[in-house]
């Protein structure tokens, strides 16, 4: 249309296409709905594929399998293995002892939570410091360190609590279901202490300032109106507490087997070495029984609180009163250290005294010394290769997990993307299930049936580890960067900053302290974990925490009590880099 201007880039009356009008040349039409790359959406997708195809497929397919052993529906191997005792037996001593755990649990994590958050208890940063210590041991070191102690002939404490009390026998069996529901109250109560405890420094002081105004003590405080306003944070923490214990293997492996205390998890690794089709199907089907009563606890603890509805943080900066003990300061103090001394310090120096006894029947003295299993532990090849071993996946987790965290927080607080929180729930139903059955699951889908075949690799123990401990990390790196306001990247938008060269140069060094403290967090679990690696591993892929296991189940304790005793000192200096790098922000 010659003669014609009209102004570029204007929209047509119908919308949609943009008419280009210029002198002598024929109008041009775009579509304005051209592709866009989207990275958020990749970045979901990318995210849930993995956790799709190595959590969610293999979940399913254990589930399936169990049902389907012989290739058409069936029962048949629910009513094979609950038509024999021992799998009764052991089911009911899975719901037993976690169930006592968790009672016994919360009644030491909540009053503690409580004298080291709310009160002017003496050194509440060091017994804080000290109640959370178990919480990055493995739970078998306590194991090993209350057989040493509680053994029913020889132990330690036993024999010196006879001659004490002069008594005809000695007082406790470690081999029991008493000591069994003991080590695992002792190794998994700091779970429920974190819970609470980060919980209780948030709450909303007023109602308890309004009770204290009414005239009510500080001890009658607590039980009409903290207690109350926790419940949510008190149920969460039992329940996770049950988890831990209904599935965990070390401590019943060790201390179970010599008292003919089966659990379910040490069930279902029996039924695994029996390495016929039968015992597979077996282990498959207790598995995920197990996993069914994981899911309707977690679904009861969601449940349960969601029902009420609980303010604990205001809307304006809140600081916890703290309660002063007054003549009560100092007899506290007193009581609270000597539970640490026996509960936590007292297992500690057993492993460590150990490590250096030649003969485990005497007490340690000058003639019953020995660096001789230190000596092991530094120089025998098979030790080196699995610390070797537990170090690469360790590590190699925490940094793939680390990236998947830092994604998940961007994605969780500084946008709305569609399907953001597809990703965070499939990461949080991973953790929750019980790493037995991580573990079988993926033996059952990446042997090479479905086109990948990772088994007996090192690639197959950091996906695990993945799955299990991610949302540690991540919860770390959110909870970091909700507090971080998005006006400080908006500023930097303003200057001209890209959204990611923002997201580098303003948000990451802020959040920089949470993301060292999350990879910790995953490192930890992951360098001595047990459960999935007593499956997983190959002979050349062992971990520290198989080859702990073995050397204390058939070989020698010193030597165990030895590489526990470096597990231990490991966990110091990580906390004491952890301390430094953030600052004093992040420790154990």
């Known amino acids: 249309m010659p003669g014609i201007r009209g102004a570029r880039g204007q929209k047509s009356p119908e919308g949609g296409a943009v008419w280009v009008l210029a002198s002598g040349n024929p109008p041009t039409i775009q579509n304005p709905r051209r592709f866009r790359f989207d990275a958020k959406a990749l970045l979901i997708l990318a995210i849930v594929g993995f956790l799709v195809l190595f959590n969610v497929f293999p979940m399913c397919y254990l589930v399936v399998r169990s049902f389907f052993a012989d290739g058409s529906f069936s029962l048949a191997a629910f009513e ?18 976690a169930g006592l755990s968790m009672v016994f649990g919360v009644l030491i994590a909540f009053p503690l939570a409580w004298l080291v958050g709310r009160t ?9 410091t000290l109640f959370v210590t178990t919480y990055m041991v493995p739970p078998y070191v306590g194991a090993m360190a209350w057989l040493r102690l509680l053994n029913p002939r020889v132990g330690t404490l036993n024999v010196w609590l006879a001659r004490l009390f002069g008594l005809a026998e000695n007082p ?9 529901v003991w080590v695992l109250t002792t190794f998994y109560y700091p779970y429920a202490f974190i819970t609470i405890s980060r919980a209780m420094e948030k709450m909303d002081p007023s109602l308890e300032e309004a009770s204290k105004i009414s005239g009510a003590s500080p001890l009658k405080t607590v039980l009409t109106v903290t207690f109350p306003i926790m419940l949510p944070s008190v149920v969460a923490a039992g329940l996770l507490v049950f988890v831990s214990a209904a599935s965990c293997y070390g401590i019943p492996s060790i201390i179970g087997a010599p008292g003919q205390i089966d659990t379910v998890t040490t069930r279902i690794i029996d039924y695994v070495y029996v390495g016929s089709a039968e015992g597979l199907t077996d282990a498959t089907t207790l598995a995920v029984s197990l996993m069914l009563i994981a899911n309707l606890v977690l679904y009861a603890s969601t449940f349960l609180c969601g029902r009420k509805q609980y303010i604990t943080v205001s809307g304006k900066s809140t600081r916890p009163n703290i309660v002063e003990l007054g003549r009560w300061r100092l007899p506290v103090t007193v009581l609270v250290a000597l539970f640490a001394l026996v509960v936590v310090v007292l ?15 005497k007490a340690l003295t000058a003639s019953n010394f020995t660096t001789r299993y230190w000596h092991v532990l530094f120089t025998r090849k098979g030790i080196l290769d699995t610390a070797k071993n537990s170090l690469v996946a360790a590590s190699a987790a925490a940094t793939a997990g680390m990236a998947i965290s830092c994604a998940m927080a961007w994605l969780l607080t500084r946008t709305r993307a569609k399907g953001r929180r597809i990703p965070d729930f499939l990461i949080t139903v991973g953790s929750g299930t019980p790493s037995v059955v991580i573990a079988l699951a993926l033996i059952m889908t990446m042997s090479g049936r479905f086109g990948i075949n990772i088994y007996n690799t090192l690639t197959i123990m950091i996906v695990a580890y993945m799955i299990k401990y991610l949302l540690m990390g991540m919860r770390t790196v959110v909870s970091a960067m909700s507090q971080i306001h998005p006006s400080l990247e908006e500023a930097s938008l303003i200057s001209g900053a890209g959204g990611l060269r923002g997201f580098r140069d303003v948000t990451l060094p802020l959040i ?10 995953i490192f930890m679990p992951s360098f001595y974990e047990l459960t999935m690696s007593t499956l997983l591993y190959s002979t050349d892929t062992k971990t520290i925490g198989y080859e702990l296991f073995t050397y204390q189940t058939y070989h020698s304790q010193q030597t165990a009590a030895a590489i526990a005793t470096g597990i231990l000192g490991l966990v110091a200096v990580v906390n004491w880099i952890l301390n430094k790098l953030t600052k004093g922000e992040f420790s154990i």
């Open 80 to 97: 094979r293995i609950y038509t024999y005792q021992l799998n009764w037996e052991a089911l009911r001593n899975t719901l037993a002892t």
């Open 120 to 128: 002017d208890m003496y050194g509440r940063r060091f017994f804080r």
């Open 172 to 180: 406790f069996n470690i081999y029991s279901i008493g000591g069994l």
């Open 347 to 361: 297992p500690f120096v057993t492993v460590a005294m150990t490590s250096f006894t030649k003969n485990l029947g």
């Open 512 to 521: 920089a302290p949470s993301i060292v403290a999350g990879w910790f967090l």
